[in-house]
């Protein structure tokens, strides 16, 4: 129960930003929204791909380390 309000509260957040999301993308198509900018977005995909990897190879290096030195019978990977 401690963390009800604080889960409904990032889902709720989550389901708005949805919702707006949806609607403004309707709206563009609808209303006939001019696409210009590409560059702009596409830099912006590229930056979050990068931390996204970035951030994936800092977390797998102490999971990598266990494996190294579990088949190197330094320390077991589970203990017992």
Not at 41 to 51: D, G, M, N, P, S
């Given at each position: 129960?401690?963390?009800?309000?604080?889960?409904?509260?990032?889902?709720?957040?989550?389901?708005?930003?949805?919702?707006?999301?949806?609607?403004?993308?309707?709206?563009?198509?609808?209303?006939?929204?001019?696409?210009?900018?590409?560059?702009?977005?596409?830099?912006?995909?590229?930056?979050?791909?990068?931390?996204?990897?970035?951030?994936?190879?800092?977390?797998?290096?102490?999971?990598?380390?266990?494996?190294?030195?579990?088949f190197r019978n330094e320390a077991p990977m589970y203990?017992?």
């Amino acid at each position: 129960m401690r963390f009800l309000w604080t889960f409904i509260a990032a889902i709720a957040m989550f389901l708005a930003g949805a919702i707006f999301a949806i609607g403004y993308g309707t709206y563009q198509l609808v209303a006939g929204g001019s696409a210009t900018g590409y560059l702009v977005a596409y830099v912006t995909l590229a930056i979050a791909l990068a931390r996204s990897h970035e951030t994936h190879f800092h977390a797998s290096q102490p999971i990598m380390q266990g494996v190294r030195a579990r088949f190197r019978n330094e320390a077991p990977m589970y203990r017992y």
